[in-house]
């Protein structure tokens, strides 16, 4: 038989290592991978010319960001980004305006993405206020939940230990993840308020304000009011020594627990944010010297499961602000996560395995993205193409998403994505954007598959 697509001279990542070869691809699937010889007819050809095949890169922590927040970022410019870096699947925050917080505002998010988005998407919820409302959300088929335990967004006080674990059953319950902000909201207020009162208002500040303490109060928290839920925890963007360390422990003991780990927080520190100012402002905020390299070993051993972005992307001129508290948090990290990572693994502190595993593998199984992953037959043919010997400068100027700014501005890195195939469709071809508004698909994520 013939088939849709062919990716030839291919150097494909397979469960039993680098295959040089290629894949048939048909009717959105991947149909068989091989020698070339070995491969069927197809309408149309894709020349990997010699480079590196990978499963579709998943960023499971983005903040895509539209409907009143649209002049931030839309559903098309946060999507071509995430295309542009290689990511064929990215998992969306629910911190928006109006917030995701029951079934009505989930589904006129899931329309509006579905009109504009050219990669895979999935959306988080918040926590609802009603049983009746998590199990509206979970049929509808969003990712998992969001909370926020360090700024509300919802009328469900999750300051509350019972409402909290209220939540957590109902959770359990539907069988949704639920993805942790962990940062404690009562000391980060307390310090907050007092720092205001004094007129104190610098970078400096802030990093008093959110403490590795107001991490750990948090984890701690969480995982014990958690402990007789059989729910599925995620802590996003974890920064601390400590909390990583009762997360394990939580993980060894049967818990469904997993992390996160940002590529800002292993390649910056604080000071950098000290040296770059607002625009290296992130929640949690950069660590020490110390202890990024001990996340990096952390990392290296296994103990953290995934990297994802945290894309977080503002208008320049309000990352410049002087007032601290008047700087809103977060990195755009849509284009930069891949190269930078790629750039690890020329200097030999990554290897392509942990990028696939970290970046592919573990997301696809926490988040149940159940056909995505991995190279094998049957399964979604999302690819990402790395030139791993492709250098070039990192310039925010040509960034497709809205925010033109990032703290890596000007690095010079080694290895990017070329070419980024969604559902056997070439969707970026060496920087360009090739695919229209609505190409992509929004994901409705099955709990029980």
């Known amino acids: ?165 209220m939540a957590l059953n109902f959770a359990a319950d539907v069988k949704m993840p639920v993805v942790i902000h962990a940062e404690d909201r009562s000391m980060i207020e307390s310090v907050e308020s007092a720092l205001k009162k004094s007129g104190k208002h610098s970078l400096k500040d802030y990093l008093t304000v959110h403490t590795p303490e107001v991490e750990l109060r948090a984890v701690t928290r969480v995982l014990a009011l958690s402990t007789n839920i059989p729910v599925q925890l995620h802590f996003a963007h974890i920064t601390s020594l400590s909390p990583l360390k009762l997360i394990c422990q939580a993980r060894k003991e049967g818990k469904k627990v997993t992390c996160e780990i940002t590529p800002h927080n292993l390649l910056l520190t604080h000071e950098d944010l000290l040296s770059f100012g607002g625009i290296c402002l992130t929640d949690p905020p950069l660590r020490d010297s110390h202890t990024v390299d001990k996340i990096w070993g952390c990392l290296k051993s296994g103990l953290i499961d995934i990297i994802a972005s945290d894309h977080a992307p503002h208008p320049l001129k309000d990352k410049l602000v002087r007032n601290v508290w008047d700087i809103p948090t977060g990195i755009p990290g849509l284009e930069t996560t891949l190269p930078l990572l790629l750039n ?42 790395i030139d791993l010997t492709k250098s070039f400068v990192i310039n925010s100027d040509l960034f497709h998403s809205k925010a033109k700014y990032s703290p890596f501005n000007g690095r010079v890195v080694k290895g990017k994505a070329v070419k980024t195939i969604v559902a056997g469709k070439l969707i970026m071809d060496n920087g360009e954007i090739v695919a229209a508004p609505g190409s992509g698909t929004v994901l409705k994520i099955n709990k029980n598959g």
């Open 344 to 385: 690890e693994v020329n200097n030999g502190r990554l290897t392509i395995s942990e990028i696939v595993r970290y970046l592919s593998e573990t997301p696809s199984r926490i988040f149940h993205l159940n056909s995505k992953g991995c190279i094998n037959k049957g399964l979604d043919a999302d690819l990402t193409i």
């Open 1 to 165: 038989m013939d088939v849709d697509l062919l990716v030839t001279d291919a150097k494909i990542y397979t469960d039993e290592g680098i295959l040089d070869g290629g894949l048939a691809i048909d009717e959105g699937v991947i149909y068989k991978v091989a020698k070339e010889a070995n491969l069927p007819k197809a309408s149309s050809k894709i020349d990997a010319e010699g480079n590196i095949v990978l499963p579709g890169l998943i960023d499971a922590h983005v903040h895509l960001r539209d409907l009143n927040l649209s002049y931030k970022e839309d559903f098309y410019t946060g999507t071509c980004a995430a295309a542009a870096g290689g990511f064929t699947t990215v998992l969306d925050m629910p911190n928006t305006v109006p917030p995701t917080l029951n079934a009505s505002l989930l589904r006129e998010r899931m329309d509006l993405a579905a009109k504009k988005v050219i990669v895979n998407v999935g959306l988080y919820s918040c926590f609802p206020t009603t049983f009746e409302e998590f199990k509206s959300i979970a049929n509808l088929g969003a990712v998992g939940f969001k909370v926020y335990l360090h700024r509300p967004l919802t009328k469900l006080d999750v300051q509350d230990d019972q409402i909290l674990t």
